[in-house]
């Protein structure tokens, strides 16, 4: 099993460095460092393989303590420092990686590219592989959630030995769904994560919601911690299942059914990643195109193209807002409803410049910004790309502020419903605000809606993250995107007046805008390439 792991890991670091170095020599100013010559040499790949490991481990490390820096923060935000915040953190912990966590475990039966490789084309063992895989992958989970959860329970004046209880029963509940995949495989032959994931997400995200409302609310379960101890039982239930897996005969069938969903997925998306299924037209789709030319027979050039394209895409763009639109409604149908239930309106207005921070998360996530860009890069870039009169500056540049300005008006509807519910929602609960920073609130909303449409395809245009085979493999484009992840999530923390918050909001997001529009002018005619 140790030579296995030794073998998988190797091969996914030569992987990393190589992809790496391809785009090392994309840099104008140090892609003469970085000589073709460098993917046969071993010798220095050894050494740039150091140095992946070195970062794969700090990576693992800070994502890890990140997570649990962000329960921690949830945590001072929402309970007093006089407060249960030892049990609302365990709570938290409980919801968020014991039952929701759980939940999404797909690491048993799920393929991505480096497990078909190294089962359909290496012919590895599948019950060696996977128990390698998964072995590994609990033991890295506990070892890099060790330090940031000591350091939270200590914070919070806790025994240290919460700490490996509480990952102990994080392992037990995850193995358990473990074991429970496993009788499910043998019984039915079907891959159930798979065949239920839409469902299996929707009921996680109702648990880490539910999480999140019940500290805000102050119902924090304080038994939690001495009880919180008998986690420690996670330990045997975890061994069990090990010893379970060690003995599976089913794990060959399992990995030649999931590679071959896989492939499916893959085929669906034409001959690239299972990413571009949800932007694949559809037949209604081609259907409608044939009488829609004379629609906008009075635009031209790449007016006319882009208005064509968007009108033919409505399916594609329309469905994710309205989505949105609809979770958006039950969020404020619930809050609204539970606010006079519980009259929130004292304890709203006393915290509501901790909540507004919280509106920049909001905006991130409900952005199409993602799906966006796969769309053009699917059904109109990935062809006319090709084309020399497709990649000149003018060209480049004039369908950039196009598609802003139809991607800024998707983007919106979900902005300006938001904006009326959060009118509606301090009307309604009685919350004391003024009205003027109830008006720079909703600038701050309808600002933040422009800054992610333009993040997303100032990213797309500078970087251009796929590939001809529709791969995402730009790592720089990866970075950046987690980068402002990061500083969404991390924002969610502060604690400011809304007047201030709004004029840091304001001067970022126009800054941000400013560079990034002048990267696209700068960079984008010469990176928006096909690759």
Same mark, same amino acid.
């Given at each position: 099993?140790?030579?296995?792991?030794?073998?998988?890991?190797?091969?996914?670091?030569?992987?990393?460095?190589?992809?790496?170095?391809?785009?090392?020599?994309?840099?104008?100013?140090?892609?003469?460092?970085?000589?073709?010559?460098?993917?046969?040499?071993?010798?220095?790949?050894?050494?740039?393989?150091?140095?992946?490991?070195?970062?794969?481990?700090?990576?693992?490390?800070?994502?890890?303590?990140?997570?649990?820096?962000?329960?921690?923060?949830?945590?001072?935000?929402?309970?007093?420092?006089?407060?249960?915040?030892?049990?609302?953190?365990? %709570?938290?912990?409980?919801?968020?990686?014991?039952?929701?966590?759980?939940?999404?475990?797909?690491?048993?039966?799920?393929?991505?590219?480096?497990?078909?490789?190294?089962?359909?084309?290496?012919?590895?063992?599948?019950?060696?592989?996977?128990?390698?895989?998964?072995?590994?992958?609990?033991?890295?989970?506990?070892?890099?959630?060790?330090?940031?959860?000591?350091?939270?329970?200590?914070?919070?004046?806790?025994?240290?030995?919460?700490?490996?209880?509480?990952?102990?029963?994080?392992?037990?509940? *995850?193995?358990?769904?473990?074991?429970?995949?496993?009788?499910?495989?043998?019984?039915?032959?079907?891959?159930?994560?798979?065949?239920?994931?839409?469902?299996?997400?929707?009921?996680?995200?109702?648990?880490?919601?539910?999480?999140?409302?019940?500290?805000?609310?102050?119902?924090?379960?304080?038994?939690?911690?001495?009880?919180?101890?008998?986690?420690?039982?996670?330990?045997?239930?975890?061994?069990?299942?090990?010893?379970?897996?060690?003995?599976?005969?089913?794990?060959?069938?399992?990995?030649?059914?999931?590679?071959?969903?896989?492939?499916?997925?893959?085929?669906?998306?034409?001959?690239?990643?299972?990413?571009? %299924?949800?932007? @694949?037209?559809?037949?209604?789709?081609?259907?409608?195109?044939?009488?829609?030319?004379?629609?906008?027979?009075?635009?031209?050039?790449?007016?006319?193209?882009? &208005?064509?394209?968007? *009108?033919?895409?409505?399916?594609?763009?329309?469905?994710?807002?309205?989505?949105?639109?609809?979770?958006?409604?039950?969020? &404020?149908?619930?809050?609204?409803?539970?606010?006079?239930?519980?009259?929130?309106?004292? %304890? &709203?207005?006393?915290?509501?410049?901790?909540?507004?921070?919280?509106?920049?998360?909001?905006?991130?996530?409900?952005?199409?910004?993602?799906?966006?860009?796969?769309?053009?890069?699917?059904?109109?870039?990935?062809?006319?790309?090709?084309?020399?009169?497709?990649?000149?500056?003018?060209?480049?540049?004039?369908?950039?502020?196009?598609?802003?300005?139809?991607?800024?008006?998707?983007?919106?509807?979900?902005?300006? @419903?938001?904006?009326?519910?959060?009118?509606?929602?301090?009307?309604?609960?009685?919350?004391?605000?003024?009205?003027?920073?109830?008006?720079?609130?909703?600038?701050?909303?309808?600002?933040?809606? @422009?800054?992610?449409?333009?993040?997303?395809?100032?990213?797309?245009?500078?970087? %251009?993250?796929?590939?001809?085979?529709?791969?995402?493999?730009?790592?720089?484009?990866?970075?950046?995107?987690?980068?402002?992840?990061?500083?969404?999530?991390?924002?969610?923390?502060? *604690?400011?007046?809304?007047?201030?918050?709004?004029?840091? @909001?304001?001067?970022?997001?126009?800054?941000?805008?400013?560079?990034?529009?002048?990267?696209?002018?700068?960079?984008?005619?010469?990176?928006?390439?096909?690759?």
């Amino acid at each position: 099993m140790l030579k296995c792991f030794l073998t998988t890991y190797r091969i996914r670091l030569s992987t990393a460095v190589n992809r790496w170095i391809y785009y090392l020599r994309k840099i104008p100013l140090i892609k003469h460092l970085f000589p073709a010559s460098l993917y046969h040499k071993t010798g220095l790949k050894d050494g740039l393989s150091c140095i992946m490991v070195l970062y794969a481990v700090l990576s693992e490390l800070f994502k890890k303590s990140f997570y649990i820096a962000v329960l921690y923060g949830l945590v001072i935000m929402n309970v007093p420092p006089d407060g249960p915040r030892l049990a609302a953190f365990l %709570q938290l912990f409980l919801f968020f990686s014991v039952i929701g966590g759980s939940m999404n475990n797909l690491m048993m039966f799920q393929t991505d590219e480096l497990r078909r490789m190294f089962l359909k084309i290496m012919r590895f063992d599948s019950s060696l592989y996977i128990r390698t895989y998964v072995y590994s992958e609990y033991l890295m989970y506990t070892v890099f959630m060790l330090p940031g959860m000591i350091i939270a329970i200590l914070l919070f004046d806790g025994n240290i030995l919460l700490a490996p209880a509480l990952l102990s029963l994080a392992l037990g509940a *995850h193995t358990a769904i473990d074991y429970l995949q496993m009788k499910w495989f043998e019984k039915r032959h079907t891959l159930p994560l798979i065949k239920h994931n839409i469902k299996i997400v929707f009921i996680s995200f109702v648990v880490f919601i539910a999480g999140i409302v019940l500290i805000m609310q102050d119902w924090i379960l304080q038994p939690l911690v001495n009880i919180c101890y008998i986690g420690f039982l996670g330990i045997p239930i975890t061994a069990a299942v090990f010893m379970k897996i060690n003995r599976y005969p089913y794990f060959s069938e399992a990995s030649q059914l999931s590679i071959n969903y896989f492939n499916q997925m893959i085929s669906a998306a034409g001959t690239g990643d299972s990413a571009f %299924q949800d932007v @694949v037209i559809r037949d209604k789709d081609i259907a409608e195109m044939t009488s829609d030319r004379n629609t906008f027979a009075n635009r031209h050039g790449y007016e006319y193209l882009n &208005a064509l394209f968007f *009108h033919r895409q409505k399916r594609i763009f329309f469905r994710p807002v309205r989505n949105r639109l609809l979770i958006l409604t039950a969020l &404020a149908l619930f809050i609204i409803i539970l606010g006079r239930i519980i009259k929130v309106s004292d %304890q &709203a207005a006393a915290s509501l410049n901790a909540l507004f921070p919280g509106l920049v998360f909001i905006m991130y996530i409900m952005n199409i910004g993602i799906r966006a860009t796969r769309s053009l890069f699917y059904n109109c870039d990935a062809s006319l790309l090709q084309y020399s009169f497709y990649r000149r500056k003018d060209a480049v540049l004039k369908n950039f502020a196009i598609r802003l300005r139809h991607l800024v008006t998707y983007n919106m509807i979900p902005a300006a @419903v938001l904006c009326i519910y959060l009118t509606v929602g301090i009307s309604v609960l009685h919350i004391p605000i003024s009205a003027a920073d109830m008006a720079i609130s909703i600038i701050t909303i309808l600002l933040l809606s @422009v800054l992610f449409s333009v993040h997303y395809l100032f990213l797309y245009y500078v970087f %251009q993250p796929f590939t001809k085979d529709y791969n995402e493999k730009n790592p720089f484009y990866t970075i950046l995107n987690n980068a402002m992840y990061i500083v969404c999530l991390t924002v969610m923390n502060l *604690h400011v007046e809304i007047a201030n918050f709004v004029i840091y @909001v304001f001067l970022f997001t126009i800054t941000y805008i400013l560079i990034a529009l002048f990267c696209v002018y700068r960079y984008a005619p010469k990176t928006f390439r096909i690759k």
